[in-house]
């Protein structure tokens, strides 16, 4: 038996054939070597059979003698077929612009709602998230990943603590939780002033208090410099001693400057590539060819695709590589020191705080080991060495 | 004369094909232009070898052969397939005749 299907392909027409004769005409086709099938009598004078769409033309030649009338009834086969679907294609055609709307508006998007600031703060996030190209209407594939978002806002905005980034289908929630700058008190809490540190008194502004130093004088680590009682032995009053009581420190600083270093640096270079993630394949859709830098970062971000509120299992992959390059950094001997001294300034700075002030600098000792400068400096600075002790109750002194 | 002497020869051709039809164990469908018919059952049958149509309707099928006809009687039958000497014939066969004239 034969299975029709190769005629399937280039088209199937069930004829339907009336008048005297039928078997010869029969016979006729079968000697011209076209191919019929599925022959069916109906009545005495009709037969119907299928015959391949493409011997159509040899089968009117044959029945123009015969006195025979032909009529075409059912068209199958891959022909017909396409020309349905071709009629149909508006319908289709539909059904996938509207998919791929969906699509579309499902990864936008498509609010900023932002909760717990005032409106000054929250037109300050609005605007930095601006910058940041998170808008309505833009595209969630192309937007950071949450945890950046939230790190640039807590960085660039200073009203605000801390922000909660959450992305609930189309929008995005902030949580602001601002700071709530109280203005400093000074605590009116009975005190005397200590020194922290071991100095020699240079300069002072006593708010408060009664004084129990002289200028010039060296002081010890704990030394009492401004009490907080003050009057005449039976008439003593306890208040909270203030002031800022200036004393000369010394400080020695070690510091150790290599001569070369290396850094790695990004020079700038970078690629991209966009991907599909279907499943476990990874298919490429922008960004082709190969990362061709010698050392480099890859920075890769996923996002699910969604649809509706429902995520679906294909993820945009964008992949960035940066190159990265190493830099030497070689300094003079003289260069090495200077860099050194600057670090050192710095780091004293540090230590002796805002309205500290370098009075003195002082290299003790230089010398290169190893690739390296080491030297020894010696800092007279200039400090608020006071510190304030609470007074118990009961204390007089 | 002539015509008898091409019987003749016409004779000797039967007689020697009869001959190699035993001695060889040819089929005889081969050597003898006989019709070979294939039968599944009831509802199939398959005829090769035959020479023509003569009537088609859906209860018979009379088909010419080198000798006599091949009568087929039976219900609804739809012929599947045809080819110069196959055909194909499908439906319920009740007989196979047949008629040597």
Known sequence: ???????????????????????????????????????????????????????I?????????SGLKIEFQRRAGAPFLYKRLWKNSGFVLGVFLFIGLVLTLSNMVWGIE???????????????????????????????????????????????TWVGVELKGTTYH???????????????????????????????FVEEGSKRYSMNEVVKKGQLLVAGTIGKEDNTKVVSAKGKIWGETWYN???????????????????EKHFLNLGKWEVPVWGFGKVEFKQYEQEENTKPIKFFKWELPIQVVNKTYREKEEVVRGYSEKEAIQKGLEDARKDILKRIGEDGKIKEEKILQQQIKNGKVKIKIAFTTIENIAKAQPLKQGDTE | MERGSFFMAKKWGHSLRNWMNKNLELPQDVMM?????????????YVENHRGLITF????????????????????????????????????????LYINE
């Open chain 1, 1 to 55: 038996m034969k299975n029709h299907w190769v005629e399937y392909l280039t088209g199937i027409i069930t004829v339907k054939a009336t008048g005297k004769g039928l078997e010869r005409f029969l016979n006729k086709l079968m000697k011209s070597g076209i191919s019929i099938w599925y022959i069916k009598k109906h009545g005495l004078h009709t037969i119907t059979f299928q015959i391949s769409l493409k011997k």
């Open chain 1, 57 to 65: 033309h040899h089968l009117r030649r044959i029945v123009r003698g």
């Open chain 1, 114 to 160: 932002i909760k717990g600031a005032n409106p000054a703060t929250e037109y300050q996030i609005r605007k930095q998230l601006d910058k940041m190209d998170i808008k309505i209407g833009k595209f969630q594939f192309f937007t950071k990943e949450l945890d950046e978002i939230q790190a640039e806002l807590t960085n660039n905005i200073n009203a605000i």
């Open chain 1, 174 to 204: 902030f949580q602001v939780v601002e700071k709530d700058e109280p203005k400093k008190r000074e605590e009116e809490v009975p005190q005397n002033l200590v020194a922290a540190k071991k100095a020699t008194i240079v300069d002072d």
């Open chain 1, 253 to 271: 600083t070690d510091v150790e400057i290599p001569l070369e270093t290396i850094f790695q640096v990004f020079n700038g270079k970078e690629k």
């Open chain 2, 33 to 45: 232009d006989l019709p070979r018919i294939t039968m599944i059952g009831q509802i199939h049958i």
């Open chain 2, 57 to 96: 309707s859906d209860k018979e099928l009379r088909l010419l052969l080198k000798q006599g006809q091949l009568l087929i009687k039976g219900k609804g039958f739809v012929i599947k397939t045809i080819l110069p000497e196959e055909i194909l014939l499908e439906g319920k066969i009740d007989q196979v």
